[in-house]
């Protein structure tokens, strides 16, 4: 299989490249199980933030990350975005979204006790990895919604065409592929 090595800080991993269309590959990069890359990107990516009061992100790969940069930043409550709206939601905000891996139509919900939680607060929102940019801009729909105020807006990973933007915090770039057939 071919890999792409991506380099964070000191550490080093190869990541499978995967076909997700005829025609486009993404270097697969998971962060759920990874204890060591969560650890030591949260401090690099941590160091260029704003100050805010609370961090948000979308489940599910955001959510180790968000974890442990709320920690280091000394944040003792996180909020997390969920893909699907739940039985114990309170008066939840719903919005559709498609991300690059999905290609195809899925919801992120902000619980009404959450979105009360971050109103009138200085947010960031924060992912593993920014691609099209359809889940950030979701995302932040949602907090705006709620009354948040989107102070900045990071990432582990920019994936091709995001490395180009200037309105998001990242630690390194990971390019787009072509399929081989
Ligand atoms: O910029 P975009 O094109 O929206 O891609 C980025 C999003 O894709 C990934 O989530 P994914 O949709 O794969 O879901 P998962 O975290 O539940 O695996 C990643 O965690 C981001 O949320
Ligand atoms: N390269 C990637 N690997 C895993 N999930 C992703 N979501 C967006 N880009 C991704």
Do not use: H, W
Not at 85 to 100: C, E, F, G
């Amino acid at each position: 299989m071919k890999t792409y090595t991506l380099q964070i800080g000191d550490i080093t991993r190869e990541l499978p490249i995967i076909p997700i269309s005829d025609t486009l590959s993404i270097a697969s990069f998971v962060i759920l199980g990874d204890t060591e890359i969560v650890s030591k990107s949260a401090p690099l990516l941590a160091e260029k933030l704003p100050e805010v009061d609370v961090l948000v992100t979308a489940e599910a790969k955001g959510i180790p990350f968000v974890y442990e940069l709320s920690k280091q930043l000394g944040m003792s409550r996180y909020v997390v975005a969920r893909k699907n709206v739940k039985p114990y939601m309170d008066m939840p905000l719903v919005n559709k979204v498609t991300s690059i891996t999905t290609q195809k139509e899925q919801l992120l919900c902000l619980d009404g006790a959450d979105a009360e939680f971050i109103k009138g607060k200085r947010v960031a929102l924060v992912d593993d990895v920014i691609s099209t940019g359809e889940s950030l801009r979701v995302l932040e729909e949602l907090v705006k919604e709620a009354g948040a105020i989107v102070a900045a807006k990071a990432a582990i990973l920019a994936e091709g065409d995001a490395k180009n933007r200037e309105d998001i915090f990242y630690l390194e770039y990971l390019p787009l592929f072509q399929t081989i057939k």
